[in-house]
């Protein structure tokens, strides 16, 4: 799944899908530099390619976040992003999101990623 994101270094935020339960996804990441905010949601947005259901490639285009906090300073750069796919709706997805590192929760949030056609 990994080797279809477009993203590169040092925007590429994403490792490997680290374990899969019947929730949840969990995703490892790690940042060039302590991470922001926005950067966090962007690793999480790339983490949502995890659910993607076809063999050939889709770009995915993130339209809105909410309910987003930080809640910890972010004093390393390797985590783990939990991520979950809470709804879809024909292109659209919504997916509700933690980074985490030794069960410690950074930040949370959720967002919505549209496909394209």
Not at 8 to 36: G, H, M, N, W
Request: aromatic letters at 12%; hydrophobic letters at 40%.
């Amino acid at each position: 799944y990994m080797k279809n994101l477009p993203h590169q270094k040092p925007i590429r935020f994403v490792e490997e899908i680290v374990k899969k339960d019947a929730d949840y996804i969990f995703v490892s990441c790690s940042f060039p530099y302590l991470p922001t905010l926005p950067m966090i949601c962007e690793a999480a947005a790339q983490s949502s390619i995890v659910f993607s259901q076809n063999e050939k490639p889709q770009i995915g285009f993130l339209l809105s976040l909410k309910d987003v906090e930080l809640l910890k300073d972010c004093d390393i750069l390797e985590f783990q992003i939990k991520i979950k796919k809470d709804t879809s709706f024909d292109l659209l997805n919504e997916f509700s999101f933690e980074l985490i590192n030794q069960n410690d929760i950074y930040a949370k949030g959720t967002f919505i990623v549209k496909l394209q056609d």
